[in-house]
């Protein structure tokens, strides 16, 4: 069983900085793309940024220049540094990795949620 647990999210001042961290564990032939998307309370889900394993990345217009995606593969993680926080920023995060969990099947799996909370 493939399980994704992200951690490091919190409350922290506009302007400051956070960084979440995301681990894969389980059984896993291979690791595809991941990345963390967010929601906010009465939007939906939206895409912050990927990285294949390949290391090339991919960002949300709204958090470019701020944010940074990178991933260790021999860890199984996946980190996203985020400075210039600002409230708009508020959201649960939520890590996402493309896996291949047996030798037939690739699968979407989702963490658990880690709240961020940007105060004024």
């Known amino acids: 069983q493939v399980r994704l647990v992200e951690s490091g999210g919190g409350l922290v001042q506009s302007g400051g900085s956070l960084r979440l961290s995301c681990v894969a564990s389980g059984t896993m032939f291979a690791i595809y793309t991941m990345g963390w998307y967010r929601q906010a309370p009465g939007k939906q889900r939206e895409l912050v940024a990927t990285i294949p394993s390949d290391g090339t990345t991919n960002y949300a217009d709204s958090v470019k220049g701020r944010f940074t995606i990178s991933r260790d593969n021999a860890k199984k993680m996946v980190y996203l540094q985020m400075d210039s926080l600002k409230p708009e920023d508020t959201a649960v995060y939520y890590c996402?990795?493309?896996?291949?969990?047996?030798?037939?099947?690739?699968?979407?799996?989702w963490g658990q949620g880690t709240q961020v909370t940007v105060s004024s």
């Open positions: 996402n990795g493309l896996i291949r969990d047996t030798a037939m099947q690739v699968m979407t799996y």
